[in-house]
């Protein structure tokens, strides 16, 4: 089936550095999401994104994080300055975006940011 | 606000067996959409089915689930468990036409064993 990739997989910063996380989605899709997996808990919505603009955002997606999709190359979660609180999974998704609340959404396999 | 409960932790049975997850949500939503997610092993959640129509049977791949939104139910069903659908499952709801944003449950881990 249709696959997003993201790039790293896995990713080890210091407190206060800025990480960009990447994401390949499939390629006709048009709306991109973010969700965030702590340990041991569940998958939590960030954000999403379509045609150039933030179209929902929980109250988990920080004045530190961004998004963007230049010129439709990777769509990327930036987080600066990265906290502690930050060390988490990172699924991307996305869909092809005309179908609603019930276009299915592909998820990425996830990167995992250790913020220390 | 919205949530989904699910099944909690780990569910463990022998294969041939049924399987049943429970999956319940709070919406103030009178049309929410509901999603059953699994997650096999080093592999990505993907959407197993998917429903917004009130007591419909939806059914992929031998697993079956019917909307009930007078019990906020979404419950997982499979008459015979293999081998291959140890995994973890997560229910989630998206409340409403106008969002996309899915909401997820705890998820659950089922083991099927020979």
């Known amino acids: 089936g249709p696959k997003v990739l993201q790039i790293p997989s896995h990713q080890i910063i210091d407190m206060g550095q800025m990480v960009t996380l990447n994401c390949d989605p499939v390629s006709n899709h048009l709306y991109f999401y973010w969700y965030k997996q702590i340990l041991g808990q569940q998958m939590e919505f960030l954000v999403n994104f379509y045609n150039g603009k933030v179209m929902e955002k929980s109250k988990l997606f920080k004045d530190q994080f961004s998004v963007e999709r230049p010129d439709g190359s990777y769509f990327t979660l930036k987080i600066q300055p990265t906290a502690l609180e930050d060390s988490a999974v990172y699924f991307c998704?996305?869909?092809f975006g005309t179908g609603g609340p019930q276009d299915t959404q592909y998820f990425g396999p996830g990167t995992r940011l250790l913020v220390l | 606000g919205d949530s989904v409960t699910q099944t909690e932790g780990l569910v463990t049975l022998t294969e041939g067996l049924p399987v049943m997850l429970n999956c319940t949500y709070q919406?103030?939503?009178?049309?929410?959409?509901l999603f059953w997610y699994v997650q096999h092993l080093n592999e990505s959640p993907r959407l197993l089915l998917k429903s917004f129509t009130d007591n419909k049977r939806t059914e992929h791949q031998g697993f079956h689930a019917t909307l009930h939104k007078s019990s906020s139910s979404f419950h997982l069903q499979k008459s015979s468990a293999q081998l291959s659908d140890s995994a973890l499952y997560y229910c989630a709801l998206t409340p409403h036409q106008g969002g996309r944003a899915l909401i997820f449950g705890t998820g659950t881990t089922v083991s099927v064993s020979p």
């Open positions: 998704a996305s869909s």
């Open positions: 919406t103030i939503y009178s049309n929410p959409f």
